[in-house]
């Protein structure tokens, strides 16, 4: 075998491994150590890079990850335990904890308030396309049918994963997310809205200046800034994804699915470089990230419903 071609094929199997340890939840430095990495922030450009390779450099849902943390009320997370084991679905109640699993985790959640016999936090593993999606759905209909309910103290977080994207390609999505956190008050429920939720405020003009001037000049978050935001950029740090903290809570696997696409056509737009064709105002906002970041039209017609049904 040609020695360019051996040299090929290290550096693919170790950028697979790389990603592996990365999905099991251990971090860029355990990677860096593990691997031979110089120092975490290799590891963690490793990881972005095995990752794109794996998508073929795919920047749509088929190949971004993310994963939900869907707070829940109405029963014990033993109960939730068991329902979802018996749906076929790896979940674990376990300790609080920050660590990414490969499987589904129930957890205690101080900010849930109880009505009826529990409450807690199921959090996905990392999680891909359709197969992703699907996946939520059933775990959500699961709790819902197991007699799991939510109230105004429970909300909707999604990860989306960052890798791929330069620090300018993430500031561009944080922007245009911030620039538009109004607008998308119109897909939430009233208690998501403005500043009205202690667990998710609106970004300010000088926190998003200061975080655009971080991820364009270093690539990366220096400061620590307040996480209780509608885009919390204080998760790409430890676990390389933005988190969106907007959506109200809900056990409606429809509602997920299509607030997933919707936020990952934003990424798509910013990975992509077309966010100044996308406008602000709702309606021309879905119909650009339709044309120009490949939203889909059921999505489309869905999220302008529920802007009817909201107002």
């Known amino acids: 075998m040609p020695r360019m071609r051996v040299r090929a094929d290290i550096t693919e199997a170790r950028l697979r491994s790389a990603v592996e340890m990365y999905e099991q939840g251990n971090t860029y430095q355990a990677i860096a150590d593990a691997l031979g990495y110089s120092n975490a922030s290799s590891a963690r450009n490793a990881v972005r890079s095995g990752i794109l390779r794996l998508n073929g450099g795919s920047s749509s849902v088929q190949g971004r990850r993310f994963g939900v943390e869907v707070e ?4 014990s997370r033993g109960e939730a335990e068991t329902a979802l084991q018996a749906a076929g679905i790896n979940a674990v109640h376990e300790a609080y904890s920050h660590t990414t699993r490969r499987h589904w985790k129930i957890v205690s959640d101080g900010s849930v308030r109880s009505v009826g016999g529990g409450c807690g936090e199921l959090v996905s593993p990392p999680l891909r396309g359709e197969a992703g999606l699907n996946q939520i759905e059933l775990a959500v209909t699961t709790l819902l049918n197991a007699g799991a309910s939510v109230n105004l103290s429970t909300g909707l977080h999604v990860h989306h994963d960052m890798a791929g994207l330069t620090g300018s390609e993430i500031a561009a999505f944080v922007r245009l997310w911030s620039d538009r956190q109004t607008e998308i008050d119109s897909l939430v429920s009233r208690s998501r809205r403005g500043n009205s939720n202690t667990y998710c ?3 300010s003009d000088q926190e998003l200046r200061q975080i655009e001037s971080e991820l364009t ?23 390389g994804t933005v988190e969106i903290r907007q959506h109200q809570g809900t056990l409606d696997g429809t509602k997920i699915r299509h607030w997933v696409l919707f936020t990952q056509a934003l990424i798509t737009a910013a990975k992509t470089h077309v966010e100044a064709n996308i406008r602000v105002d709702l309606t021309n906002m879905l119909a650009d990230l339709q044309e120009h970041a490949g939203l889909n039209q059921e999505t489309v017609t869905f999220l302008t419903n529920r802007a009817v049904v909201l107002a």
């Open 72 to 75: 829940f009320s109405g029963i």
């Open 201 to 203: 405020q609106n970004t």
């Open 217 to 239: 000049s270093y690539g990366r978050i220096r400061s620590s800034f307040n996480r209780y935001r509608k885009i919390n950029v204080m998760s790409y740090p430890k676990y």
